[in-house]
């Protein structure tokens, strides 16, 4: 499958094969002269608008961390939340009730490692990585969050795994019990999780239904669906057909409609819970506990093991990204736009010129 176009390949560039010889390196860590970076940050909660690029003192590792130069970060439906502050219950996460915490957006990111703390030793300058580290939608990042990237992908292609891959992976893994011969449902699957849920649930030997709208509809089959479902003219609840784990990416289907097509003993684990995130939550626990119907909720992190997992699939070419578009580091209000949409195809990423 051609999971990135022509068009985003040429502008992204080709990727750059682990295996250089890496600098000499003594143990402290490595800095380069310049003290700046480029950054998208904004002071308040509101629209996409509201963020801008501008230059903002550069980060130093801790003992254990990495200092990463960043190639590419990828957007996720949480970091258009964090932008306008939703939900409110959740503001003291994202820094204060009335004011977000200082600081760049993102978290997915893939780069070379530029220096390292003097208690890191899994990692050397010149390492390419992929991972999760706040702040990612900027020139440079630190965190701890880091493995080596496919040599197979690019930068781009691994910055659209961190979040997206692991939630995809836990939710499958973790809290559906995905067994070899299952049926399995993916709302949502034309997305960032879904088209990562779809792969994965293949490669555990499930029968996989993917639900989307109608233009996603081939590409779903070319990433390895078993069945496709255009909700434009097909209601999955109505026809008949049951389920033994179903996984809600959409968050929009009523929880009372997806149980007629959970099967007697299947489950339900909510990834995605729409813009009514807590009451969602809510409301799948109590009918969790008074119908006797396994309704789960996912609360997913990027973890260093699901990463190396994500990892050994990618280079087995069984897991491939869907990019929809990539955007340069100064269009990030676009690309955050763009995800805010829900209408996304795979991941929206976000390139920095190396």
């Avoid at 990135?4 to 380069?32: C, M, N, W, Y």
């Avoid at 978290?107 to 890191?120: R, T, W």
């Avoid at 109505?238 to 784990?245: A, E, H, K, V």
């Amino acid at each position: 499958m051609n999971a990135i176009s022509h068009e985003t390949q040429e502008q992204l560039g080709p990727a750059t094969v682990g295996g250089l010889a890496k600098p000499a390196f003594d143990g402290a860590v490595r800095l380069s002269q310049r003290a700046t970076m480029k950054a998208a940050v904004r002071d308040r909660y509101g629209a996409p608008d509201l963020l801008y690029v501008r230059e903002i003192p550069r980060p130093q590792p801790a003992a254990d961390e990495v200092l990463l130069r960043v190639r590419a970060s990828s957007v996720n439906a949480a970091d258009w939340r964090i932008m306008r502050g939703r939900p409110l219950l959740a503001r003291p996460m994202f820094g204060g009730i009335l004011r977000p915490a200082a600081g760049p957006l993102g978290s997915d990111v893939a780069g070379v490692v530029e220096a390292v703390g003097n208690e890191v030793t899994d990692l050397m300058p010149g390492d390419e990585v992929f991972g999760n580290a706040d702040g990612a939608f900027a020139e440079y990042v630190t965190g701890r969050a880091f493995v080596p990237k496919p040599a197979n992908l690019s930068f781009a292609e691994a910055a659209a795994i961190p979040l997206a891959g692991c939630t995809a992976l836990q939710a499958l893994r973790d809290k559906g019990g995905v067994q070899a011969g299952q049926r399995v449902l993916v709302t949502g699957a034309g997305g960032g999780v879904g088209t990562f849920a779809v792969q994965l649930a293949k490669a555990f030997g499930a029968h996989v239904t993917a639900v989307s709208r109608t233009e996603n509809l081939d590409m779903l089959r070319a990433i390895g669906a078993d069945a496709v479902i255009d909700y434009t003219r097909e209601d999955f609840t109505r026809s008949g057909r049951q389920f033994d784990l179903i996984l809600d990416v959409s968050g929009t289907v009523s929880l009372r409609a997806i149980r007629r097509a959970m099967g007697p003993d299947g489950a339900l684990v909510i990834v995605g819970a729409g813009k009514d995130v807590m009451r969602r939550m809510a409301a799948a626990s109590v009918r969790s506990r008074l119908l006797g119907q396994r309704m789960v909720v996912l609360v997913s992190s990027v973890l260093k093991p699901d990463l190396a997992t994500l990892k050994k699939l990618a280079q087995e070419n069984t897991l491939r990204p869907v990019i929809d578009t990539a955007y340069p580091l100064d269009e990030t209000i676009a690309a955050l736009r763009h995800v805010e949409t829900g209408r996304t195809r795979g991941k929206v990423v976000v390139t920095v010129a190396g």
